[in-house]
């Protein structure tokens, strides 16, 4: 069974870091195209960026751009976000995803999903 974990959620004050990992058990995660999604309280899950198989591509929304990276270490099956200079409408529920299609952005072709890391951003 496919099955994705987030961690390394937490507080954070406004302009600080921190770094997102999704690892995967079940299966080899080389194999699918990874996105990292967030869901702020009351507002649709929105997708943030998402990495290619070999992480050579990668793709972000316009909030993020400069601010956050991902990247993917496949001999540890793990994909990771940093998220720097993080601002209070940044607080959510980070959850990553993956998908066999090639593409980006749709959210119903991602077929895993993790249960998502908490990661509020407040002073």
């Known amino acids: 069974q496919l099955q994705l974990v987030e961690s390394g959620g937490g507080l954070v004050q406004p302009g600080g870091s921190l770094r997102l990992s999704c690892t995967a058990s079940g299966f080899t995660l080389d194999y699918y195209i990874i996105g990292w999604f967030r869901q702020a309280p009351g507002k649709e899950r929105e997708r943030i960026s998402c990495?290619?198989?070999?992480?050579?591509?990668?793709n972000y929304v316009d909030s993020v751009k400069g601010r956050f990276t991902i990247s993917r270490d496949n001999a540890k099956n793990t994909v990771y976000l940093q998220m720097n200079s993080r601002k209070p409408e940044n607080t959510a529920l980070y959850y990553c995803a993956a998908r066999l299609l090639r593409g980006c952005s749709s959210l119903s072709d991602y077929h895993s999903w993790g249960q998502g890391t908490q990661a509020p951003v407040s002073s």
């Open positions: 990495i290619s198989r070999s992480g050579e591509s990668t």
